[in-house]
């Protein structure tokens, strides 16, 4: 059974920081990996992406500074690091991730950034 499960999310201040993890089981983890976000009213967007080797990552030009994608072969897991948090980054934050014929969502994992 093909499964993403998101976690990390939470309720946390301006300024601060969250780690979010997405563990895959029932495919061969090793392609492109990506984070997306989604909040109310507006489209889903791309949040970052590593490849299979980490050699080639991005960013969307909003979070460079303060976010960080990372991934574990040897947990199955691709992380986002999210520093120095905003209100604008409250959202849904979804995990995208391919093995070499097909891509998979996970769940989404809420991420509210308030005072």
């Known amino acids: 059974q093909v499964q993403l499960v998101e976690s990390g999310g939470g309720l946390v201040q301006p300024g601060g920081s969250l780690r979010l993890s997405c563990v895959a089981s029932?495919?061969?983890?090793?392609?492109?990996a990506m984070w997306y976000r989604q909040a109310p009213g507006k489209e889903r967007e791309l949040v970052a992406s590593?490849?299979?080797?980490?050699?080639?990552?991005t960013y969307a030009d909003s979070v460079k500074g303060r976010f960080t994608i990372s991934r574990d072969y040897s947990r199955h897991t691709v992380y986002l690091q999210m520093n120095s948090l905003k209100p604008e980054d409250t959202a849904v934050y979804y995990c995208?991730?391919?093995?070499?014929?097909?891509?998979?969502w996970g769940q989404g994992t809420q991420v509210t950034v308030s005072s």
């Open positions: 029932g495919f061969t983890f090793d392609e492109y």
């Open positions: 995208k991730a391919w093995d070499n014929l097909n891509g998979y």
């Open positions: 590593i490849s299979s080797s980490g050699d080639t990552i």
